[in-house]
């Protein structure tokens, strides 16, 4: 009998148990809420952009624009962590605008913005295409666009005539791809653009262009 209840007991032992879907961390390279993690849930093609990939394209930034953020006016419509989006508002960016279709990040965003008292940015749970048609109609600008989809699907070459429509005089527009973007052989949804800055981090490619 003993045996057996010692069976009984490891039978139940050995039954799964419900967890939440794990998590990880990004920090926030500067600003005002520097080294304040960022957390990361795990969901299919959410890829947050690496510390030392921000790091450099914020320099870049900074660079181009003297270190004004005051005006700056930004949009991110696959916005995912918020890393892209809360690093600029930490530098002092005046408007964010978060796009983000996947419910539990959106959640997770408007979590993080309230944890930072982030009055500057704004999170919408929405898809990315429809989002940016609907801004684009109402004539809506913006200084700064992220645009960092999940690979494979054709996000870039759909989006960048948007955001074309969408960028201000002098707009910068921030993509990362599964691939390097040449110069001298931009795609043709990417025809009349100039591109600014461009670099690699391991598998990741990231560029700013410009019209």
């Not at 790091?55 to 870049?60: A, D, I, L």
């Not at 940016?132 to 960092?148: P, Q, R, T, V, Y």
């Not at 981090?201 to 560029?207: M, R």
Request: net charge positive.
């Amino acid at each position: 009998m003993r045996g057996n209840k010692g069976t009984a007991a490891g039978k139940a032992a050995k039954i799964p148990q419900h967890r939440p879907a794990p998590t990880h961390q990004v920090r926030i390279i500067g600003g005002q809420w520097k080294r304040t993690p960022l957390t990361v849930l795990t969901a299919e093609g959410l890829r947050p952009t690496p510390d030392r990939v921000r790091e450099t394209v914020f320099n870049w930034l900074s660079h181009l624009r003297d270190g004004n953020w005051a005006q700056l006016r930004c949009l991110d419509l696959f916005a995912g962590s918020g890393a892209l989006g809360f690093e600029a508002a930490s530098r002092g960016a005046a408007h964010v605008l978060l796009v983000e279709n996947h419910t539990p990040a959106a959640r997770q965003l408007e979590a993080t913005k309230d944890k930072l008292r982030a009055e500057q940015v704004q999170v919408l749970r929405a898809d990315a295409m429809a989002t940016a048609e609907k801004l684009a109609a109402a004539g809506s600008k913006f200084d700064l666009i992220f645009l960092d989809p999940p690979y494979r699907q054709d996000w870039l070459g759909k989006l960048a005539p948007l955001c074309e429509r969408l960028l201000d005089r002098g707009g910068l527009l921030y993509l990362e791809a599964e691939q390097a973007l040449e110069e001298d052989a931009l795609p043709d949804w990417l025809s009349g653009w100039q591109l600014i800055r461009a670099d690699r981090a391991g598998s990741v490619f990231y560029h700013l262009l410009q019209r």
